[in-house]
C-alpha cells in the first residue's frame, strides 16, 4: 500500500514542483548544479527535498487519489490520513522507511523526522537521458631513447638480375592475353548474332520498394481527451519518444505542446469514457505505463 501511495506523489512531482502531504509534511522538486570532479562530472539533476513545516493541505494530492483510484475526495482525505498514520507507526517501530523512489524517512533519538533523498530522482522528466560522464585518466609516457638500426642495401649486381627476371615475367603474362583478346573479338560477333536470331532481352528484375514506418497520427480536433505516458520539458526528447513509441506498437502516438512542457499522448479520444478505458486496460497490460493518465484540452 505504500508503495501505490508513493506512486501517486510521484507522479505528482513529474508535473509540479510540489507536493503537499497533510499531517507529514511536503515534498519539493529541487535543481542540483552540475559536478566536476577528478574523474568524472555529474550532469545538473532535479532531487526530491522534504519539509515538515509544510502542513496547509492544497487538495491535489487528494484530487489525484480520488480521480485514479474512483472514489470521493472524502474518502480519499481519510486514504491520505491511514497512510500517514501507517508511516508513523513503522518510523516509531523501526527507526527508518524506505518510502518508495523518493527516499528514505527515520527518526533520531529526540524523535525528530528526517529524510533522505535518493541521490537520482529517475521518474522527473527534467533528468531523463542525463547520466554521469566518467573521463579515463591520462597516462605520462616516458622518454625512451629508440634503438638504432642498420639497413644494408644489396649490392648493384643482384639489382640487374632482378630487373631482367621482372621482365621476362611480364612479358610471359602479356602474351596469353593478347590472344585472349584476338579470340574475344571473334566471339563477341558470334554472341551478338544468336542474340539477334535465337533470344529475347531480358526484363530486369522487379526492385521491392521500402516502407517506412508510418508517420505519427495527429489527432483531429474532436479528440479532446489524450492518455499522457509522459511530461518531457525538452521538445526534441518529447519527439523521440515519441518516435520509439510510434516505432513499436503505438502509432497514433503524439506530442501535446505547451509553454511550460511537452505531454506524450499515447492515444486520443473524443469520449471520456472510452479514454478512461483505454488508460485502465493499459496500465493492467503493460508495466511501463503504471502512471498514465487522462488529460483534457
Known amino acids: 500500500m505504500v508503495e501505490k501511495f508513493c506512486q501517486h506523489i510521484e507522479k505528482l512531482l513529474a508535473l509540479h514542483d510540489y507536493v503537499v502531504v497533510p499531517e507529514l509534511g511536503g515534498f519539493v522538486v529541487q535543481m542540483q548544479s552540475a559536478k566536476l570532479l577528478p574523474d568524472h562530472i555529474v550532469p545538473p539533476l532535479s532531487t526530491i527535498g522534504f519539509n515538515p513545516l509544510m ?11 480520488a480521480r485514479s483510484e474512483k472514489i470521493s475526495y472524502r474518502m480519499a482525505m481519510e486514504y491520505i490520513g491511514k497512510q500517514v498514520d501507517g508511516l508513523k507507526s513503522t518510523l516509531q517501530t523501526s527507526g527508518n522507511i524506505q518510502f518508495g523512489n523518493l527516499g528514505i524517512f527515520y527518526q533520531n533519538e529526540y524523535g525528530s523526522l528526517h529524510f533522505t ?29 629508440s634503438p638504432k638500426i642498420t639497413i644494408t642495401l644489396p649490392s648493384t649486381r643482384i639489382f640487374k638480375y632482378a630487373s631482367v627476371a621482372m621482365l621476362v615475367f611480364g612479358l610471359f603474362f602479356i602474351a596469353p592475353q593478347i590472344n585472349d583478346m584476338r579470340q574475344m573479338g571473334h566471339a563477341g560477333i558470334a554472341t551478338s548474332a544468336f542474340y539477334n536470331s535465337a ?20 489527432p483531429t480536433d474532436s479528440a479532446n481527451y489524450h492518455v499522457i505516458v509522459a511530461s518531457l520539458p525538452n521538445q526534441k526528447t518529447a519527439e523521440k519518444f515519441c518516435h520509439e513509441l510510434v516505432s513499436t506498437d503505438f502509432p497514433t502516438a503524439h506530442v501535446l505542446a505547451s509553454k511550460s512542457t511537452n505531454r506524450i499522448a499515447i492515444r486520443s479520444f473524443s469520449e471520456k469514457d472510452k479514454a478512461i478505458l483505454f488508460m485502465e486496460n493499459l496500465r493492467k497490460t503493460n508495466s511501463r505505463f503504471e502512471t498514465a493518465w487522462v488529460f483534457c484540452n
Open 55 to 65: 502542513h496547509h493541505a492544497d487538495g491535489l494530492l487528494a484530487i489525484e487519489i
Open 199 to 218: 533470344t529475347k532481352p531480358v526484363i530486369p528484375a522487379t526492385v521491392k520498394k521500402v516502407e517506412y514506418p508510418s508517420e505519427t497520427i495527429i
Open 117 to 145: 533523498p535518493e541521490v537520482k530522482v529517475g521518474f522527473l522528466p527534467q533528468n531523463f537521458e542525463l547520466n554521469t560522464l566518467y573521463m579515463s585518466q591520462r597516462g605520462i609516457l616516458k622518454n625512451t631513447a
